[in-house]
């Protein structure tokens, strides 16, 4: 079992940057695939970033190619995104999620991860 633990959201113009952190506590942090998901008011969750257990394979929304960046430091236990030129569209609460049970590769299904976090606000202004 896992537990996960976002932080890093708040308040930001629109252009502007955000890095959420997702720490990981329990064991073998290293053998989990890792997802970013968000939620926007009335809307469903949806897929944002997601990552293999080896870091190899990364995969992203359309929405956010080219402006998020995903990664991860097995020794920390810690799942990073990094959100660049942040639009009104990214505000959402902002979900980590881990599965230890997928071969390597990167999986974008919100139905595929056991574990998620509380969750972290994102507010982008216009």
């Known amino acids: 079992q896992v537990q996960l633990v976002e932080s890093g959201g708040g308040l930001v113009e629109a252009g502007g940057s955000l890095r959420l952190s997702c720490a990981a506590s329990g064991r073998a942090f290293s053998s989990y695939a890792m997802g970013w998901f968000r939620q926007a008011p009335g809307k469903e969750r949806e897929f944002v970033a997601a990552i293999s257990w080896s870091g190899g394979n990364i995969g992203y929304a359309d929405s956010v190619k080219g402006r998020f960046t995903i990664s991860r430091d097995n020794a920390k236990s810690t799942l990073y995104l990094q959100m660049n030129s942040l639009k009104p569209d990214d505000t959402a609460v902002y979900y980590c999620?881990?599965?230890?049970?997928?071969?390597?590769?990167?999986?974008?299904?919100?139905?595929?991860?056991?574990?998620w976090g509380q969750g972290t606000q994102v507010t982008v202004s216009s």
């Open positions: 999620a881990a599965n230890s049970r997928l071969p390597e590769g990167y999986y974008s299904g919100s139905y595929l991860y056991d574990y």
